[in-house]
């Protein structure tokens, strides 16, 4: 997985949102608040992640069991709202 660089990373009013790079009339809406735990995620996605590489990562930043669980949310949330994409890992 990787960031979907048309989204950015925004503090606005105490939240943390990503948001699309270009204003325009079909995106502003679009705006998505995270958590600290998906701002980590995304922050790491900046390179090319797989699942497991998310799951050791935030573990060992967070020292939170449910790691697992934690990213799989993330994943299925960031690619329903097109904020992530899949790459082909070699």
């Known amino acids: 997985y990787q960031q979907n660089r048309e989204f ?3 503090e606005m009013s105490d939240k943390t949102v990503l948001m699309p790079v270009e ?6 809406g679009r705006m998505t608040v995270v958590d600290a735990a998906e701002k980590f995620l995304w922050d790491k996605l900046s390179k090319r992640r797989t699942k497991a590489d ?6 060992a930043e967070l020292g ?3 790691a697992e669980a934690d990213v799989s949310k ?6 329903k709202e ?3 994409i899949r790459c082909d890992m070699e």
């Open 74 to 79: 993330f994943i299925k949330k960031a690619i």
């Open 54 to 59: 998310l799951v050791d990562l935030l573990a």
């Open 8 to 10: 950015r990373i925004c």
């Open 64 to 66: 939170r069991e449910e």
């Open 23 to 28: 204003h325009d009339t079909k995106r502003n």
């Open 82 to 84: 097109n904020l992530i």
